[in-house]
């Protein structure tokens, strides 16, 4: 089948997969139909937000029962039906459970698997068909956040519900036609030297992962990643008003920027790490993050600093978690890709709680900041160390080897 039709269905399946991340245009909104604070309206995204992280787990072992295209296919009926039953919701404990919890399982379900599977027809592009995946994902939440605005508007937020989840639905049923299952019969040639790129020589399963130190690095180092990113993504406008001294309204175009600068990151750092090494890519986009929020810790801020701090944070934020899925593929093999990404991605899950609890802990956004840039530090030294599980251990075998027969080094 042309590879390309696969791209195309896994694009309109991550678009619709994306839209949950409009949430926040409907939290005042409700607040103000029901009553309810608007803290515990945004409550919601959180549960979201962890219950994605949290199917993950799960999305692999149900592929290797139910196949790719039936998952995704009830996996999109459910958020679907999620959305439209939390138009008749009265009551926050049911939104929590129905646009909580049942959105974000069936999104994260439908997200990891699409996502793996491509990566697995494309093992000599990991990073650029990563980045067009995820950058799908943006993409959708970017639209739809006009979609959703007019809906809203035209309609009010319990009837948006249900024509987003109509729409939601119609999306991801309509792309799983075009998505077939890769199937991985043996590992891929090593990629050239001088990409520093790797393909690892055994697939690991998620047990065999677990034993390895390389897999702990990994998920600190994603866990900074999201937790950096997803705390200034959900504050930014606060930022601007608090720090910066922008009125609400100029404040709030940096939330659109952010979407535009995140999706520009997923596609064009997942290319470069193909290019010039996923590790290298990562290390980069650390290095940036934390001078960024130190910058807005300590400097004072003018419109421009802001909007430049901003958008560096976005644009690395989307490459880190685009490039990720391919280091996973990388290091441990693409066979179990689902279910070992899906564990390294539980760093999503509680990078999206760690930055919230660790403000309210320390009392605001100056030392949470720093506390950030002190993690970027950390990671970006294991990203500087990392190297594949066993490919130190080999290469101080082959070097043993030469020692003990000069010959051989000089064939």
Same mark, same amino acid.
């Given at each position: 089948?042309?590879?390309?039709?696969?791209?195309?269905?896994?694009?309109?399946?991550?678009?619709?997969?994306?839209?949950?991340?409009?949430?926040?245009?409907?939290?005042?909104?409700?607040?103000?139909?029901?009553?309810? #604070?608007?803290?515990?309206?945004?409550?919601?995204?959180?549960?979201? *937000?962890?219950?994605?992280? +949290?199917?993950?787990?799960?999305?692999?072992?149900?592929? @290797?029962?139910?196949?790719?295209?039936?998952?995704?296919?009830?996996?999109?009926?459910?958020?679907?039906?999620?959305?439209?039953? *939390?138009?008749?919701?009265?009551?926050? $404990?049911?939104?929590?459970?129905?646009?909580?919890?049942?959105?974000?399982?069936?999104?994260?379900?439908?997200?990891?698997?699409? /996502?793996?599977?491509?990566?697995?027809?494309?093992?000599?592009?990991?990073? =650029?068909?990563?980045?067009? *995946?995820?950058?799908?994902?943006?993409?959708?939440?970017?639209?739809? &956040?006009?979609?959703? *605005?007019?809906?809203?508007?035209?309609?009010?937020?319990?009837?948006?519900?249900?024509?987003?989840?109509?729409?939601? =639905?119609?999306?991801?049923?309509?792309?799983?036609?075009?998505? !077939?299952?890769?199937?991985?019969?043996?590992?891929?040639?090593?990629? &050239?030297?001088?990409? &520093?790129?790797?393909? %690892?020589?055994? #697939?690991? $399963?998620?047990?065999?992962?677990? !034993?390895? &130190?390389?897999?702990?690095?990994?998920?600190?180092?994603?866990?900074?990643?999201?937790?950096?990113?997803?705390?200034?993504?959900?504050?930014?406008? #606060?930022?601007?008003?608090?720090?910066?001294?922008?009125?609400?309204?100029?404040?709030?175009?940096?939330?659109?920027?952010?979407?535009?600068?995140?999706?520009?990151? !997923?596609?064009?750092?997942? %290319?470069?790490?193909?290019?010039?090494? !996923?590790?290298?890519?990562?290390?980069?986009? /650390?290095?940036?993050?934390?001078?960024?929020?130190? $910058?807005?810790?300590?400097?004072?801020?003018?419109?421009?600093?802001?909007?430049?701090?901003?958008?560096?944070?976005?644009?690395? +934020?989307?490459?880190?978690? $685009?490039?990720?899925?391919?280091?996973?593929? #990388?290091? +441990?093999?693409?066979?179990?890709?689902?279910?070992?990404?899906?564990?390294?991605?539980?760093?999503?899950?509680?990078?999206?709680?760690?930055?919230? +609890?660790?403000?309210? /802990?320390?009392?605001?956004?100056? /030392?949470?900041?720093?506390?950030?840039?002190?993690?970027?530090?950390?990671?970006?030294?294991?990203?500087?160390?990392?190297?594949?599980?066993?490919?130190?251990?080999?290469?101080?075998?082959? @070097?043993?080897?030469?020692?003990?027969?000069?010959?051989?080094?000089?064939?």
């Amino acid at each position: 089948m042309n590879r390309w039709l696969i791209v195309l269905g896994t694009i309109i399946v991550q678009m619709g997969l994306g839209t949950i991340y409009t949430w926040s245009l409907f939290n005042q909104p409700l607040s103000d139909r029901f009553g309810w #604070d608007v803290s515990s309206v945004a409550i919601t995204f959180s549960i979201t *937000s962890f219950a994605l992280a +949290f199917a993950t787990l799960f999305a692999g072992r149900l592929q @290797e029962r139910w196949g790719l295209q039936r998952l995704i296919r009830v996996a999109g009926v459910v958020l679907g039906l999620g959305l439209i039953l *939390s138009s008749q919701v009265t009551s926050l $404990t049911l939104l929590y459970i129905l646009a909580g919890f049942v959105v974000g399982f069936a999104d994260g379900t439908a997200y990891i698997t699409s /996502l793996s599977n491509l990566i697995k027809w494309f093992p000599e592009r990991k990073g =650029l068909i990563s980045g067009i *995946s995820v950058g799908a994902f943006g993409t959708g939440s970017l639209l739809f &956040k006009y979609v959703n *605005s007019a809906l809203i508007s035209a309609v009010g937020p319990a009837q948006a519900f249900m024509y987003w989840g109509i729409i939601v =639905l119609v999306l991801v049923v309509a792309g799983s036609f075009l998505i !077939r299952e890769a199937v991985v019969r043996e590992q891929a040639p090593a990629s &050239k030297e001088g990409t &520093k790129q790797v393909v %690892a020589r055994h #697939d690991y $399963t998620v047990k065999e992962m677990l !034993r390895t &130190k390389e897999a702990y690095m990994l998920f600190v180092i994603f866990f900074t990643a999201c937790m950096s990113g997803l705390y200034l993504i959900g504050i930014v406008k #606060d930022i601007g008003v608090q720090l910066a001294g922008l009125d609400v309204a100029t404040a709030a175009n940096a939330v659109a920027m952010v979407a535009i600068f995140n999706t520009a990151g !997923r596609i064009i750092l997942g %290319a470069l790490s193909d290019k010039v090494g !996923r590790m290298k890519v990562i290390a980069g986009a /650390l290095l940036v993050t934390a001078v960024a929020v130190m $910058t807005l810790s300590l400097v004072p801020l003018t419109f421009g600093i802001f909007f430049a701090c901003v958008a560096a944070v976005a644009f690395c +934020f989307g490459g880190n978690i $685009t490039v990720f899925p391919a280091i996973v593929a #990388d290091y +441990f093999g693409l066979k179990n890709q689902s279910k070992n990404y899906g564990v390294i991605y539980q760093g999503f899950g509680f990078g999206a709680l760690a930055g919230s +609890f660790i403000s309210a /802990l320390l009392g605001g956004f100056h /030392l949470t900041f720093i506390v950030i840039a002190v993690l970027c530090a950390v990671s970006l030294l294991l990203a500087l160390i990392i190297t594949p599980p066993g490919q130190g251990r080999r290469a101080r075998q082959r @070097e043993k080897q030469m020692n003990l027969n000069p010959s051989s080094r000089a064939s």
